[in-house]
């Protein structure tokens, strides 16, 4: 089973519209921390958000929010008022400790094109 | 700036001709890492430092080889490059192994195998 799944490849929005980026994860582990990266074509994976297993509260970073249900294992990427240089992948990445060994576990990606 | 840097951006090399990639950070963490990213997939982990101590994913090909002299810089050999070994590859550290510990990520070395 794949541990942590992004159903979107692709996704077009228009300018200044906010977007919602789907992630779903799998884990037996109570703690774990879910991150979100960003992917130009420059190649560079830049950290947006954390979100730890605790928190109670949804993580926000400036037009990045965090719409973490855990009941329903969903920690979807919210972006508001997009802008043209949003346009990247995007990814959902999950890290767990199993057995003292750690792993950031990536998602497949979704591509956001901003147009506009 | 604190940060992660990799050297060089772009190499090119031949079909089983050894070459190395290097990392380097002003981050201080304790924690090093190399990925492998194919095009229009995933970072895949090949191996990680913790301090001195490696750390290998067990389906990382033998191919692959990893040193840290130091707590700064870390480099990734690639013994006998194939065709299939063309990828980007990205350096992250972290300061330490914990699951609220942010992997920050270098800008990736685009390797190309002729």
């Given amino acids: 089973a794949q541990k942590i799944t992004q159903t979107q490849p692709g996704m077009f929005v228009q300018e200044k519209e906010a977007v919602t980026l789907d992630c779903t994860y799998d884990t037996s582990d109570q703690s774990y921390g879910?991150?979100?990266y960003k992917?130009?074509?420059s190649g560079e994976m830049i950290f947006l958000i954390y979100q730890g297993s605790y928190d109670e509260q949804n993580a926000t970073e400036g037009r990045y929010?965090?719409?973490f249900q855990?009941?329903?294992?969903?920690?979807?990427l919210v972006i508001?008022?997009?802008q043209l240089g949003d346009s990247a992948m995007y990814f959902c990445a999950m890290r767990e400790i199993n057995f003292g060994n750690e792993k950031l576990t990536f998602g497949t990606g979704t591509r956001l094109t901003i147009i506009p | 700036d604190a940060m992660v840097i990799q050297n060089p951006r772009y190499q090119v090399t031949q079909f089983g001709k050894p070459v190395?990639?290097?990392?380097?950070q002003t981050l201080n963490h304790n924690v090093m890492y190399w990925?492998?990213?194919k095009s229009s997939q995933a970072p895949k982990l090949l191996f990680h430092y913790y301090d001195k101590d490696f750390n290998n994913e067990a389906d990382t090909p033998d191919n692959f080889q990893s040193?840290?002299?130091n707590t700064s810089f870390c480099f990734l050999d690639i013994r006998s490059p194939g065709l299939g070994d063309a990828a980007m590859y990205l350096c992250a550290t972290s300061l330490r192994l914990a699951v609220a510990d942010t992997q920050y990520f270098g800008p990736g070395t685009r390797l190309t195998v002729l």
């Fill in chain 1, 80 to 82: 508001s008022a997009s």
């Fill in chain 2, 20 to 24: 190395t990639l290097s990392c380097s």
């Fill in chain 2, 35 to 37: 990925y492998q990213q």
């Fill in chain 1, 39 to 41: 992917q130009p074509s």
């Fill in chain 1, 70 to 76: 855990k009941a329903r294992k969903s920690a979807n």
């Fill in chain 2, 67 to 69: 040193r840290r002299p």
């Fill in chain 1, 65 to 67: 929010s965090l719409n």
């Fill in chain 1, 34 to 36: 879910l991150f979100w």
